[in-house]
């Protein structure tokens, strides 16, 4: 509760609007003890005196009724008539779409074509109707409004009902014996109720603004009766004259209606989980940089991450996703990054082009510096001319980067004309000859295949296409093996060497599985808990591991002809990164852990062109260094 405060009241609109409805509240509440002038008591001689008058604040009416007392009065029972309307459609919606949702087939056609036919006539003359045929009056006003917001409640809540209705926990209820009315109530309006009080926290105003439109038109509050509606329409004839009998009840209607959509927007964006992570905020087109402390002095490596720090910040935590990592490789090496999931790797990644989502990420530390350039805080012009172009990237799921809407060829000629001046035909052209080198059999009819034509294997071979399009120094693969099976994750391995050397590539392999770094990589690096914890050569660290944690990784690997043994899993979980102990992270997971490996942070030792994080490792310096 503490946190949805927080988010809320972080948005200063909704935090406008609840003070002024909390204002306007409160005066409803305690109008009876206000020391008012009775609101339906005429007084003819002084008819239209203006605000400020003697004995009437905000003057008086056609009639001579004291103008503050039928506004005070007509706000509480606009109100009142506002919110019951509210809950009345929200309640009967909700439960119509409940339960269209969830028996679906014929008792969800029957109900839904019975709310398409009221969502067919519009929603005012529909109202109309309905006061017509019962005959003026605030309650029938009320049941009228209720009556045509049902639909709008129905059909959300039924949306979201038919996604819970096929969900595990619905058929785990169902196997345990609880009937139809038991998982209505306990398994799926708890899950629906937030979506019905953001609905209702959104509607309450339009419905006080559809009740006050009745009483405008005579079909609301009967004379003489007060409510805001029907002071406006008492107050149209005399509109030139005496202005102030219509500006003061529709300043009020603003109000009202103003203040609940600011502050049910908040609501609604409040109790939408994904605030908490800053996904509903707009991402910034470059990573937040608030960097600290020196900047690393230059390498002669094509691409080197230098004392890397990105972190997360939501709300009062902040996770330390990647902690002083240093990266480096050269033209034609291919450098791996493994590590389990959760350990930074792909955050890393995402860094070193400013990719990171801002909010929450931000790049508190270090350096990523292409070719002696640092990119980090380079301004926006210079990262975008980078990205795709000499720095290109290959993520795990080539659907996420492929748009679904549009044909491959398309796709990869516009990865081309983003960067280069070049004509459609030509664009075509070198997307035809991508398709051929990353060896797409067929590629003059599979240039105008749409993503769903292609099979997983093929949609990576087209990520990797994009990747070439533009014929960059460095590529960044991130696990893009992943969900493939084994034969077509040898395949895409063998592309990516065969094209690494035939172009003088440097890539840097994001993955978690040793087969995959014994297969490709010069070098590796294993990361944890975002730190690097070991790097060496590729050969020399899967002979020897010199970290614990390296070692009980490439025992996790699975060793074909081998013989029967035992794949002992890691025990235990890696620790969350807004509360990484004081010394090695790993030490908690450890069975050669002591004292010592709690005490401080540790640093990496260097020798031999290896490197290691550990106090204890399994190699001695000396072994590494011969």
């Known amino acids: 509760m503490r946190m949805f405060f927080r988010l809320l009241f972080r948005n200063r609109l909704a935090t406008l609007g609840g003070a002024v409805l909390a204002v306007i509240l409160l005066l409803a509440l305690i109008t009876p003890l206000l020391p008012l002038q009775n609101p339906d008591v005429t007084d003819t001689a002084h008819r239209f005196l203006f605000p400020f008058s003697?004995?009437?604040?905000?003057?008086?009416?056609?009639?001579?009724?004291?103008?503050?007392?039928r506004l005070l009065w007509g706000t509480r029972l606009s109100l009142a008539v506002g919110i019951a309307a509210a809950l009345a459609a929200g309640v009967a919606g909700s439960a119509v779409g409940i339960v269209a949702g969830y028996f679906g087939g014929r008792i969800d056609n029957v109900i839904m074509r019975g709310v398409d036919m009221l969502m067919a006539f519009p929603y005012i003359l529909l109202a109309l109707a309905i006061v017509a045929a019962l005959g003026p009056g605030l309650l029938n006003a009320l049941i009228a409004v209720a009556a045509v917001n049902v639909p709008f409640f129905a059909r959300n809540i039924r949306g979201i009902t038919v996604g819970l209705a096929g969900r595990e926990f619905i058929d785990a209820a169902r196997l345990s014996g609880k009937g139809h009315l038991s998982i209505l109530l306990t398994e799926l309006l708890p899950n629906v109720l937030p979506v019905i009080v953001i609905a209702m926290s959104t509607t309450v105003g339009w419905m006080i603004l559809e009740t006050a439109g009745l009483s405008f038109l005579g079909l609301g509050a009967q004379p003489p009766q007060a409510d805001l509606g029907g002071m406006l329409g008492e107050a149209r004839s005399a509109m030139i004259t005496s202005p102030h009998t219509s500006v003061v009840p529709g300043l009020m209607i603003f109000l009202i209606v103003m203040s609940i959509n600011l502050l049910g927007d908040g609501v609604r964006d409040a109790l939408d989980p994904r605030l908490r992570s800053g996904a509903l905020s707009r991402?910034?087109?470059?990573?937040?940089?608030?960097?600290?402390?020196?900047?690393?002095?230059?390498?002669?490596?094509?691409?080197?991450?230098?004392?890397?720090?990105?972190?997360?910040?939501?709300?009062?935590?902040?996770?330390?996703?990647v902690n002083k990592v240093d990266l480096a490789v050269k033209p034609g090496e291919c450098l791996g990054v493994i590590g389990e999931s959760g350990s930074g790797k792909s955050v890393t990644a995402l860094s070193v082009m400013g990719l990171v989502a801002s909010p929450p990420g931000v790049i508190t530390g270090g350096a990523v510096r292409y070719r002696g350039e640092d990119l980090i805080g380079a301004?926006?012009?210079?990262?975008?001319?980078?990205?795709?172009?000499?720095?290109?990237?290959?993520?795990q799921d080539p659907l996420s980067t492929l748009h679904p809407l549009y044909r491959i060829g398309d796709q990869l000629a516009e990865a081309i004309r983003a960067h280069h001046p070049v004509s459609k035909a030509e664009a075509r052209e070198r997307a035809l000859q991508l398709l051929r080198d990353v060896r797409i059999p067929n590629p003059e009819s599979r240039i105008g295949n749409f993503p769903h034509e292609m099979s997983g294997g093929m949609r990576q071979r087209v990520g990797i296409a994009m990747a070439l399009a533009n014929d960059p120094d460095v590529i960044i693969a991130d696990e893009p093996t992943t969900a493939l099976d084994v034969t077509v994750q040898a395949q895409i391995l063998s592309l990516l060497d065969d094209l690494r050397r035939a172009r003088g590539l440097a890539i840097v392999f994001i993955t978690h599985d040793f087969g995959v770094v014994a297969q490709l990589c010069d070098r590796v690096a294993v990361m944890y808990a975002g730190q690097i914890v070991e790097e060496g050569p590729t050969a020399a660290v899967?002979?020897?591991?010199?970290?614990?944690?390296?070692?009980?990784?490439?025992?996790?690997?699975?060793?074909?002809?081998?013989?029967?043994?035992?794949?002992?899993?890691?025990?235990?979980?890696?620790?969350?990164?807004?509360?990484?102990p004081v010394g090695c992270a790993f030490a908690a997971r450890c069975d050669k852990a002591r004292e010592a490996c709690r005490a401080a942070a540790i640093e990496m030792t260097r020798a031999g062109g290896r490197a290691v994080r550990c106090r204890f490792p399994e190699v001695a310096v000396e072994e590494m260094t011969a």
């Open 379 to 395: 301004p926006y012009e210079t990262l975008r001319s980078l990205r795709g172009d000499r720095v290109a990237y290959i993520f």
């Open 283 to 321: 991402p910034r087109a470059a990573t937040e940089v608030a960097r600290q402390g020196p900047v690393p002095a230059q390498t002669d490596a094509l691409l080197a991450v230098q004392e890397l720090e990105t972190q997360f910040h939501v709300g009062p935590r902040i996770y330390r996703a």
């Open 542 to 580: 899967l002979a020897a591991p010199a970290h614990p944690y390296t070692r009980r990784l490439i025992a996790c690997v699975p060793e074909l002809g081998g013989g029967r043994r035992e794949l002992a899993a890691i025990p235990g979980l890696p620790p969350s990164v807004d509360a990484l």
């Open 54 to 69: 003697d004995g009437h604040l905000l003057g008086t009416d056609q009639l001579g009724r004291d103008l503050l007392a």
